[in-house]
C-alpha cells in the first residue's frame, strides 16, 4: 500500500514563503513523476508543478514561475514544493501526486495524498 503524506501548510501572510513537503511510503521501486496540485474554493483542481524521476520540472503557467520551485529527492521518494511571495490568489488545497508507482504488485500505480490547506492572508 502506498501512502502519500504532505506536510507544510498553513496561513502566511501576503508575500510571505511556505515550503510543502511530501513523503511516499511502501514498497516503492520506482517513481515515474512527483507534483504538486491545488484546489481553490468553488474551483477546479489544477496542476502547479511535477517533476520526473530524472529531473525535468514543468510548472503549470505563469502564475507560479519564478515564485515557485519543485524539487525532489528519488532515494527518499521526496518532492518538495518551495512557494516564495505568495499571494492571496495562492490559497488552496495543495495536493500531492505521484504518478507512474513501480510496487512489487503494480506497474503504474497513481496516488493522491489528503491535502494540506495554504491560506495566504492580505
Known amino acids: 500500500q502506498v501512502q502519500l503524506v504532505e506536510s507544510g501548510g498553513g496561513l502566511v501572510q501576503a508575500g510571505g514563503s511556505l515550503r510543502l513537503s511530501c513523503a511516499a511510503s511502501g514498497s516503492i521501486f520506482s517513481i515515474n513523476a512527483m507534483g504538486w496540485y491545488r484546489q481553490a474554493p468553488g474551483k477546479q483542481r489544477e496542476l502547479v508543478a511535477a517533476?520526473?524521476?530524472?529531473?525535468?520540472?514543468?510548472y503549470a503557467d505563469n502564475s507560479v514561475k519564478g515564485r515557485f520551485t519543485i524539487s525532489r529527492d528519488n532515494a527518499k521518494n521526496m518532492v518538495n514544493l518551495q512557494m516564495n511571495s505568495l499571494k492571496p490568489e495562492d490559497t488552496a488545497v495543495y495536493y500531492c501526486?505521484?504518478?507512474?508507482?513501480?510496487?512489487?504488485?503494480?506497474?503504474?500505480?497513481?496516488?493522491w495524498g489528503q491535502g494540506t490547506l495554504v491560506t495566504v492572508s492580505s
Open positions: 501526486n505521484a504518478k507512474g508507482i513501480h510496487t512489487p504488485t503494480d506497474w503504474n500505480l497513481e496516488v
Open positions: 517533476i520526473n524521476s530524472g529531473g525535468s520540472t514543468r
